[in-house]
């Protein structure tokens, strides 16, 4: 025998004795003896002990050991604590361990131990952070209070400057007007001031007030009191007792007929007020000591009472944000309800959920069995996927079900379902997979790196909605955890004032040209503004050069080679429309097989009207392709561009960013609301917003329109529209920049002939004005948009925040989004919503008759309905929160592609 413990059956939680005959060793040669070994296969608890002779007869040397309480195996080797070793042939030595955990649940065990780390790890940076703030707000405050000393001292010193000015004006009496007694007196102190009412203009007055304040009006009114007839003086002199002010150098006032706001006769002295001298209130240092720690306490509260504002707004719009995020969270996890749902419906990690899957709804229906294959992470969880299930019946009779323990490491569950344990026909969800994620967990899913090459971004280079998507739904992403740049040609018409830390930061050689690279944030987005040398960005404006596919063509060439020279490795390079297309090729062809082998090309579609060409071989390059709306990708999948990749293409739905588009933080309205006061926030928008284009303020039905004046946009039926809504006793507000002079010069003509005709009821502002349209999304109760085709269509999402009712023509993603009061009941409960506006088929004028008919009657017939539904609409949530969802999807999709 070689070896053997005591006691032989090794338990947990106790202390052993090994014992190793030397002789039979590869040792036995060597002096010194050590045990060096771990449990639980090497993975708990390492040590290393040295063993000696013991008192058993032969060559038996011993050491003892303590078996840990979560051990179930010993695993050990000897060596002469140099080079030599026994490692029992290579295998290493084991001990079983009795009666205590096992492998899978000693896993369970470590992943708890590391909960529990993280745990006190997150807790020690919550507490660091909460210590650094701490420390910002003392920093903050020390700040706040240097300035606001050097205010009251510099206020101080505008005083003292003054004074002179403020004591020459000022008297002791004037003979027959007023006089004060006792004549000396100085602040807090009572005194009686006469007036001669027979001196002015309130000769006949019943009444006489005195209206004061003190120090040239300085702190407003301070003084009001009545005056009361006197007796002694024949009738003429009245007097009031007055507390003199703290601090008052001189009393400064007027006489009138009645107190503040109701008076209507005064006497001011012929327009100068009258001043009295304080005589006894000559300033020495100690006085002006006081008056600066006055009004420095004085700024001081003010600037608390801001401040408390604006955390309380920040609050209130983080918890509105949270609890929309949690709805449309919910709504998500519902809205395959039919399909497959789990219970609970937020899965957490370390817990056991049933998943329900009703196959009649899928490729499996009418199967006779229904498998569950499901994994974790993204299918890359380490043990592997779990073994296939056979899905049992559910209690509801329409799905069946199996159960899953969901490990403490997971963030997402993957899942599809086969029709037998050993495959055949699967729902995979049409190659997406079904993900479900996993809260709580103590991994976190890995961040993917996204880049966008571009050559619009909302707001510093926006031409149309493209700009808007680039950057909200970067932001989206963003906001999961992902990490995203964007690659923007540096025009010179850039926007520059909404870039933050703008700095060079490299240049390359490239395409027979220098390239500057600048960086800079926008809103909160890491982006590269390449500028190269040959001035392909230096014309004033983003599109309408003869040359436009020539220059984003370089642009997109030279986006590439930036991403190579720079040593990027992006998971996912996204481009967008025909002006970043040739990214997609440009890469399959040059940079695929080059550096930039991880990446995958992701395209997608914002309007298929223009650049064919780039946008067909863009289809073909990218490794997954999508458009803004999944009617729209139904309406151009016959164009032979897009048919023969229908396999990787995809429609999803655009969002708004609901922070740059929010009516509880908009800098461009007067009042801010949400949807509890939208009926007060809309009313003092429109009231500003007819202020500002000189219409009639009244309570009149506000048709808004917000668009670029293209054919694609409805241009007949807009303008039928609008003399609709004015035969309806509306108003209407069209902002509208048409790109084409003969459009332009159309609407010209007609806004002379409106503004002539409804000076007061029409107004066409015929720009490019971002401010002017927060505030007609705003004040307006309509907006329409009665696109020819529409991809997406972003306005309708923007008038439904701010509480603005949809009247759409049918088409595209206005289908997708908009759902009429009258017909769209059913389709709007299959997404979980209800109706949320008007909308019309056809491209004649009786549809947009139709629509607009019927809203502004629901208007004027039924104003407490409409409130409701201006409430309803703004409550729904069309910002990237879902659709940020489905591009993950989509990104992950286009990883595993080949
Ligand atoms: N005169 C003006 N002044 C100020 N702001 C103005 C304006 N005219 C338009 N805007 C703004 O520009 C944006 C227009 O976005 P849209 O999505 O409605 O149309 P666009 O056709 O440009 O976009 C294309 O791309 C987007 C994004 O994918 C798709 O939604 C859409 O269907 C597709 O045609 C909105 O943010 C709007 O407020």
Partial sequence: MKLFVYPPVVKPDQDIELFLNKNLSTLSEEPDILIMGAFNDWKWKSFSIRLNKSDLKGDWWSCQLYVPKEAYKVDFVFFNEQNVYDNNDQKDFCIPVDGGMDALAFE????????????????????????????RRMEADRAAKEEDRARAKAEVGRMRETLPQLLKNAVKSIDNVWYIEPSEFKGNELIRLYYNRSSGPLANANEIWIHGGHNNWKYGLSIVERLVKSVLKGGEWWYADVVVPDQALVLDWVFADGPPKKAVVYDNNRKQDFHAIVPMAIPDEQYWVEEEQQIYRKFQEERRLREEAIRAKAGKTAQMKAETKERTLKRFLLSQKHIVFTDPLDVQAGSTVTVFYNPSNTNLNGKPE???????????HRNGPLPPQRMLPAENGTHVKASVKVPLDAYMMDFVFSESEHGGVFDNKFGMDYHIPVFGGIVKEPPLHIIHIAVEMAPIAKVGGLGDVVTSLSRAVQDLNHNVDIILPKYDCLNLSNVKDFDYHKSYSWGGTEIKVWHGKVEGLSVYFLEPQNGFFQVGCVYGRGNDGERFGFFCHAALEFLLQSGFHPDIIHCHDWSSAPAAWLFKDNYAHYGLSKARVVFTIHNLEFGAHSIGKAMAHADKATTVSPTYSREIAGNPLIAPHLHKFHGIINGIDPDIWDPYNDKFIPESYSSKNVVEGKRASKEALQQRLSLKKADLPLVGI????????????????????????GQVVLLGSAPDPRIQNDFVNLANELHSAHHDRARLCLAYDEPLSHLIYAGADFILVPSIFEPCGLTQLTAMRYGSVPVVRKTGGLYDTVFDVDHDKDRAQAQGLEPNGFSFDGADTGGVDYALNRAISAWYEGRDWFNSLCKRVMEQDWSWNRPALDYLELYHAARKAE
């Fill in 370 to 380: 229904v498998w569950f294959r499901c994994s974790f992470n993204r299918w890359s």
């Fill in 108 to 135: 369970d065990f470590l992943l708890e131990e590391k909960r529990k780390e993280l745990e006190e790890l997150a807790w020690a940076q919550a507490e660091r952070e909460r210590q650094a703030e701490e420390q």
């Fill in 706 to 729: 917000i668009t670029r004046l293209t054919h694609q946009k409805g241009i007949h039926l807009i303008k039928h529209a609008i003399w609709r809504t004015l035969e309806r006793g």
